[in-house]
Nanobody, 127 residues
Framework: QVQLVESGGGLVQAGGSLRLSCAAS????????MGWFRQAPGKEREFVAA????????RYPVSVKGRFTISRDNAKNTVYLQMNSLKPEDTAVYYC????????????????????WGQGTQVTVSS
């Protein structure tokens, strides 16, 4: 079983940047496809970014494509989410998640497929 801890959230002005980190412990991160999701008050959890086990494949929704970048450093057991050109509508609690999928090149976007979740980190973008 893997434990996930997010960090790097905070308050930033519109147009600014943040980098979120998701540190894994308990199991090696290379065994998992990884994803980032977010949830704003009163809204459903939303897919933000995903990366394959080998790091070679990524996927983003239209809402963040070109602004957010997911990456992973399996040696450091950490996944990152670089967020640029932030908008007030990006305000949410951001969660990382791990899926123990066998296939090393599959990208997982469905939150129901993920078995492990972090506790979340708050990102607030002021206008």
């Amino acid at each position: 079983q893997v434990q996930l801890v997010e960090s790097g959230g905070g308050l930033v002005q519109a147009g600014g940047s943040l980098r979120l980190s998701c540190a894994a412990s308990g199991r090696t991160l290379s065994s998992y496809a990884m994803g980032w999701f977010r949830q704003a008050p009163g809204k459903e959890r939303e897919f933000v970014a995903a990366i394959s086990r080998n790091g070679g494949f990524t996927r983003y929704p239209v809402s963040v494509k070109g602004r957010f970048t997911i990456s992973r450093d399996n040696a450091k057991n950490t996944v990152y989410l670089q967020m640029n050109s932030l908008k007030p509508e990006d305000t949410a609690v951001y969660y990382c998640a791990a899926d123990p999928i066998v296939n090393t090149i599959v990208v997982v976007t469905n939150p129901a497929a993920y078995d492990y979740w972090g506790q979340g980190t708050q990102v607030t973008v002021s206008s």
